[in-house]
């Protein structure tokens, strides 16, 4: 069970927006960045978020994040066939002095 | 462009040592903005941190792992290393090398390599 929580699945229909949580507490969410990562089917993850809600050169903007207390979020707009993928968020956690990640969410594009 | 590509033995027997190496090409290890790391996921699973060195030898794991692990750098190779002695079943996974940018207080890995799975077999 992963520290930081993710819904397992989503969905959409192209076009639409969706969202994605990450739930934590007040040692990771709460006192650190949120990161995101894009895993497409049978590849390596991808660097989506970075510190909350920074993206990466070459990364659309129909990606964003967001943070509010010990919650992060991941949004995608004008959902394209090509979002399907798995999602991960991540984030330090002070308590346990390590990287933690979420448990990742399969987003599946209707 | 920066990129990493692990190699190693993808089958290892059970109560063996595994070795899984990084060779980095496009850039430097040395650089001091940077930190080299694994992670690694089991055949339909999440991510799991296993630990970051810095090109001085400064290492960093994940304190949930028992310690097993072993990660070394070496800079004339441009490559750093990932050692699992005592390997079980559980130890069966994709790994992967990546880079960190900044500290790991934001774990902001990238790139990554394409992965290796590594099993475990009895």
């Known amino acids: 069970q992963s520290v930081l929580t993710q819904p397992p699945s989503a969905s959409g229909t192209p076009g639409q927006r969706v969202a994605i949580s990450c739930s934590g507490s007040s040692s990771n969410i709460g006192s650190n960045n949120v990161y995101w990562y894009q895993q497409l089917p049978g590849t390596a993850p991808k660097l989506l978020i970075y510190?909350?809600?920074q993206r990466p050169s070459g990364v659309p903007d129909r990606f964003s994040g967001s943070k509010s207390g010990t919650s992060a979020s991941l949004a995608i707009s004008g959902l394209r066939s090509e979002d399907e993928a798995d999602y991960y968020c991540?984030?330090?956690?002070?308590?346990?002095?390590?990287?933690?990640f979420g448990g990742g969410t399969k987003l599946t594009v209707l | 462009q920066l990129q990493l590509q692990e190699s190693g033995p993808g089958l290892v027997k059970s109560s063996e040592t595994l070795s899984l190496t990084c060779s980095v090409s496009?850039?430097?290890?040395?650089?001091?903005?940077?930190?080299w790391g694994w992670i690694r996921q089991p055949p339909g699973k999440g991510l799991q941190w296993i630990g970051n060195i810095y090109y001085s030898g400064s290492t960093y794991y994940n304190p949930s792992l028992k310690s097993q692990f072993t990660i070394s750098v070496d800079t004339s190779k441009n490559h750093f290393s990932l050692k699992l002695s005592s390997v079980t079943a559980a130890d069966t996974a994709v790994y992967y090398c990546v880079r960190l940018l900044g500290a790991l207080q934001g774990p902001r890995f990238d790139p990554w390599g394409q992965g290796t799975l590594v099993t475990v077999s009895s």
């Open positions: 991540a984030a330090w956690d002070d308590s346990l002095s390590g990287v933690i």
């Open positions: 510190r909350n809600n």
């Open positions: 496009g850039g430097s290890i040395t650089s001091s903005s940077y930190s």
